[in-house]
């Protein structure tokens, strides 16, 4: 299971770090990653941290250099720290774990309920 905390209300230029906490699977042996979705629109990869290799990360183009994902294998527990957010980062962020590049819905094997993160 995995369970995301901390979305919520931010103004735009201002900072937000979403938490994952995984239970009931060993999170680091999965690449873990983080997705968003508008109404309307497919869920999109936001960032990806792999499970092996160094802790090799993805972040998609759209928010480089302003989100920055980890983990804390000890805790089994992901992170998204979202700085400079902007009102297009407005969407529901799910956290999500899968087999390497878990960027791709079609990776992920398990599914966060998801948290609001409105920026305005």
């Known amino acids: 299971q995995l369970v995301e905390s901390d979305g919520g209300s931010v103004q735009a230029g201002g900072s937000r770090r979403l938490v994952c906490s995984a239970s009931?699977?060993?999170?680091?042996?999965?690449?873990m990653g983080w997705f968003r979705q508008t109404p309307g629109k497919e869920r999109e990869g936001v960032a990806a941290?792999?499970?092996?290799?160094?802790?090799?990360?993805y972040i998609t183009d759209s928010v480089k250099g302003r989100f920055a994902i980890s983990r804390d294998r000890a805790k089994d527990t992901l992170f998204l720290q979202m700085n400079s957010l902007k009102p297009e980062d407005t969407a529901m962020y799910y956290c999500?774990?899968?087999?390497?590049?878990?960027?791709?819905?079609?990776?992920?094997?398990?599914w966060g309920q998801g948290t609001q993160v409105t920026v305005s």
């Open positions: 009931g699977l060993t999170s680091r042996a999965y690449c």
């Open positions: 999500a774990a899968g087999r390497a590049d878990c960027y791709r819905a079609d990776r992920v094997n398990y």
């Open positions: 941290v792999y499970a092996f290799g160094g802790g090799d990360t």
